[in-house]
């Protein structure tokens, strides 16, 4: 297995030429965002040995690249408390984070999306309206390769629903001009389809998406790479904190932000998505 970097030039061009086109549920008020200029963290929650500190970390920092880049909370039991701006419908830094990974003969293209909330499908969403702040979703389309590397035709893509996703042949998933696939983002949840319609999980759960009425999200196509905070390169994808704040809720559930791109799994049947591309679209197949 191999990750290709992203100074390959042909891996850019493969992501820039199957790039998903995006439309919004009338009720998902938020595009993906720019994980880093979403809103300024007001401090750091931790959840430790069963005991709740809500202040563990005050003052604030400026984004979430100076909170990953102290270096001091690199760990699953930290959450990012961001800012009451979060609920808020995002400007022009609307952003989506491309990666490549190789398993056998296969080149697994994944698109990353980060959205500041998850709320109750409702446009100027309130505090009562919070599930949970923060939110990673992706997509990936496989292109297979032939035995000289030589890009063939892709042959598959899969989406991510909550912690599960379904994949579709090539051929099955909607395109625009032939290359790029259509994906249709549901209300309130984010969660990502091919198609639109009701979406049942879980039994008893359903996500909708519908038919665009107005026109696919634009937004910038970023590679995965480090960036500098006070002067030291940090992989910001590798942190192992929660991307939003921690809940307490009644009945007695814990939920919160999710963990980030590099700890993405499922919980069917627990495969890690970032690091096991071909077993999440394996397993999902025609789902």
Do not use: C
């Not at 891996?11 to 008020?29: D, G, M, N, T, V």
């Not at 398993?103 to 994944?110: D, G, L, P, R």
């Not at 309130?126 to 032939?146: N, P, R």
């Not at 939003?244 to 627990?270: I, M, V």
Request: glycine share 6%; aromatic share 16%; charged share 25%.
């Amino acid at each position: 297995m191999n990750i290709l970097p992203s100074g390959h030039h042909w891996i850019e061009e493969l992501s820039a030429k199957h790039r998903p086109k995006i439309f919004l549920h009338e009720l998902e008020y938020s595009s993906p965002v720019s994980y880093d200029n979403v809103a300024p963290v007001d401090r750091i929650n931790a959840y430790i040995n069963m005991i709740f500190y809500e202040d563990w970390a005050n003052g604030g920092f400026d984004n979430a690249s100076a909170v990953i880049g102290t270096g001091l909370y690199d760990d699953e039991f930290y959450y990012m408390d961001f800012s009451e701006t979060s609920l808020q419908k995002q400007g022009p830094d609307k952003e989506i984070y491309s990666r490549a990974k190789v398993v056998e003969n296969i080149v697994f293209v994944q698109y990353w999306m980060f959205y500041p909330s998850s709320t109750r499908g409702t446009r100027n969403a309130k505090k009562e309206d919070l599930v949970h702040e923060g939110d990673w979703e992706m997509m990936q389309v496989a292109v297979k390769l032939d035995t000289t590397n030589k890009i063939l035709t892709p042959e598959g893509a899969t989406a991510s629903q909550h912690y599960w996703g379904k994949t579709f042949l090539w051929d099955k998933v909607e395109k625009a001009n032939k290359q790029n696939p259509v994906i249709y983002i549901a209300g309130g949840s984010h969660a990502t389809y091919f198609t639109k319609g009701e979406h049942r999980y879980k039994i008893i759960f359903k996500d909708y998406t519908h038919e665009p009425k107005e026109k696919a999200e634009e937004y910038i196509l970023k590679p995965f790479e480090p960036v500098e905070v006070n002067q030291q390169k940090i992989s910001w994808w590798l942190w192992h904190g929660h991307w939003g704040e921690f809940n307490r809720t009644w009945p007695p559930a814990f939920s919160g932000g999710p963990l980030g791109p590099k700890y993405r799994s499922t919980q069917d049947p627990g495969i890690n998505i970032f690091d096991q591309p071909k077993i999440f679209y394996d397993t999902y197949y025609n789902q």
